[in-house]
């Protein structure tokens, strides 16, 4: 199967650059001595997760309980659910956990914690701390964090903390002062909590730019981290990766031309509505214009609007790399790099593999979508 033989639209994984993505944030946390729980909320499949456990303890990080279900039916067991529990999740955690998986949770509400301890098989639960994301959890000084802590009683297996607000910073200096602060937040934290005399035994931190930023991971146990793997324009420009990092596009077929303008069949859903990097030094619209290859040829021509089904690409007919676009036929293929992977990511249920620059699919891989 090739390239040109596929249904569209449809997501392309040039495994080469996942491989390359993954081996970096392996050898930056090893720097550290820091084991690295891959984030699977991007990817969603055993064989991303396969080759990000590679060389790590085993553990990983999930966003909804479908893919704890998904990932422990193929084996993993160790699976921290990072997103917080609601009480009525819990009779499906302990079924799993019942079952051989290991499925801890977290919680920064104390009702929640009451609940979760006296649930009759209790998962481990992590409190979960806000270092200035201002999403979820609690300030590591808060009163609550003891209180929390009380109601967990024996459940208690440490405390977690997400780096989200690093998303904000364009500077290497501006990422590793997000960073520090994240690690400083959490670690202070466990310390409280240890000094009130509860057992932490895990320190947890992570996004993608403040694992690859961070001066110093004192303290942490773990560090999570998910969209590395794939990479987007969003993380490109705030400096995670390279542009040339990104390893999933969206292939898409032409399906109308006229001056200046080439409409596709990927639109919103196929490429999400994601317009994260409007905020960010280059604006590229809906995502980057590659030809079927995933090269830049077409210069810095982006999807400029998204219908649900539709995508509308807009071109300088002028531009020696920009005008080769109004060349191809309807049916014509090219590829678009997605400015939020994980978006652009759920709307599909497989990922066709090339290895590089070639258009042979060297295999499918498949998705869990859904909650």
Same mark, same amino acid.
């Given at each position: 199967?090739?390239?040109?033989?596929?249904?569209?639209?449809?997501?392309?994984?040039?495994?080469?650059?996942?491989?390359?993505?993954?081996?970096?944030?392996?050898?930056?946390?090893?720097?550290?001595?820091?084991?690295?729980?891959?984030?699977?909320?991007?990817?969603?499949?055993?064989?991303?997760?396969?080759?990000?456990?590679?060389?790590?303890?085993?553990?990983?990080?999930?966003?909804?309980?479908?893919?704890?279900?998904?990932?422990?039916? /193929?084996?993993?067991?160790?699976?921290?659910?990072?997103?917080?529990?609601?009480?009525?999740?819990?009779?499906?955690?302990?079924?799993?956990?019942?079952?051989?998986?290991?499925?801890?949770?977290?919680?920064?509400?104390?009702?929640?914690?009451?609940?979760?301890?006296?649930?009759?098989?209790?998962?481990?639960?992590?409190?979960?701390?806000?270092?200035?994301?201002?999403?979820?959890?609690?300030?590591?000084?808060?009163?609550?964090?003891?209180?929390?802590?009380?109601?967990?009683?024996?459940?208690?297996?440490?405390?977690?903390?997400?780096?989200?607000?690093? /998303?904000?910073?364009?500077?290497?200096?501006?990422?590793?002062?997000?960073?520090?602060?994240?690690?400083? +937040?959490?670690?202070?934290?466990?310390?409280?909590?240890?000094?009130?005399?509860?057992? #932490? @035994?895990?320190?947890?931190?992570?996004?993608?730019?403040?694992?690859?930023?961070?001066?110093?991971?004192?303290?942490?146990?773990?560090?999570?981290?998910?969209?590395?793997?794939?990479?987007?324009?969003?993380?490109?420009?705030?400096?995670?990766?390279?542009?040339?990092?990104?390893?999933?596009?969206?292939?898409?077929?032409?399906?109308?031309?006229?001056?200046?303008?080439?409409?596709?069949?990927? @639109?919103?859903?196929?490429?999400?509505?994601?317009?994260?990097?409007?905020?960010?030094?280059?604006?590229?619209? /809906?995502?980057?214009?590659?030809?079927?290859?995933?090269?830049?040829?077409?210069?810095?021509?982006?999807?400029?609007?998204? &219908?649900?089904?539709? +995508?509308?690409?807009?071109?300088?007919?002028?531009?020696?790399?920009? +005008?080769?676009?109004?060349?191809?036929?309807?049916? +014509?293929?090219?590829?678009?790099?997605?400015?939020?992977?994980?978006?652009?990511?759920?709307?599909?249920?497989? &990922?066709? #593999?090339?290895?590089? @620059?070639?258009?042979?699919?060297?295999?499918?891989?498949?998705?869990?979508?859904?909650?």
């Amino acid at each position: 199967m090739t390239l040109d033989e596929l249904p569209t639209p449809c997501l392309i994984l040039d495994r080469a650059r996942l491989d390359r993505n993954l081996a970096a944030m392996a050898g930056a946390l090893a720097r550290h001595g820091v084991p690295l729980r891959p984030h699977m909320k991007t990817a969603k499949s055993i064989d991303v997760a396969r080759r990000a456990l590679a060389g790590q303890p085993g553990g990983i990080t999930v966003s909804t309980l479908a893919e704890a279900e998904y990932f422990a039916a /193929y084996g993993i067991a160790d699976i921290l659910y990072a997103v917080g529990i609601t009480p009525w999740k819990l009779d499906q955690v302990a079924r799993l956990n019942a079952e051989g998986a290991d499925i801890a949770v977290i919680t920064d509400d104390p009702p929640t914690a009451a609940v979760i301890a006296a649930h009759p098989r209790p998962p481990r639960t992590l409190i979960e701390i806000d270092t200035g994301e201002g999403r979820g959890g609690v300030d590591p000084g808060d009163p609550l964090l003891l209180e929390l802590a009380a109601r967990l009683g024996g459940c208690l297996a440490g405390v977690m903390t997400h780096g989200g607000h690093s /998303y904000a910073g364009r500077t290497p200096a501006e990422m590793a002062r997000v960073a520090e602060a994240e690690r400083a +937040g959490v670690t202070a934290a466990a310390e409280r909590l240890r000094a009130a005399g509860h057992a #932490v @035994g895990i320190v947890s931190m992570g996004s993608s730019p403040t694992a690859l930023a961070a001066a110093s991971l004192a303290g942490i146990t773990e560090v999570r981290a998910g969209v590395y793997m794939f990479g987007d324009l969003f993380q490109a420009e705030i400096g995670t990766h390279g542009i040339d990092d990104i390893a999933v596009t969206v292939l898409a077929s032409v399906i109308g031309r006229r001056d200046g303008q080439v409409l596709v069949d990927a @639109g919103g859903l196929a490429l999400s509505k994601d317009r994260s990097t409007e905020a960010a030094p280059t604006d590229y619209g /809906y995502g980057l214009v590659l030809d079927r290859l995933g090269q830049r040829a077409f210069g810095d021509t982006t999807v400029r609007r998204a &219908y649900q089904e539709h +995508g509308v690409i807009a071109f300088d007919p002028a531009d020696p790399r920009a +005008g080769v676009l109004g060349e191809l036929p309807v049916g +014509g293929r090219l590829r678009i790099s997605p400015n939020h992977v994980c978006m652009t990511a759920a709307a599909h249920d497989r &990922y066709y #593999v090339v290895d590089g @620059g070639g258009t042979e699919i060297v295999a499918v891989w498949s998705r869990v979508n859904g909650w």
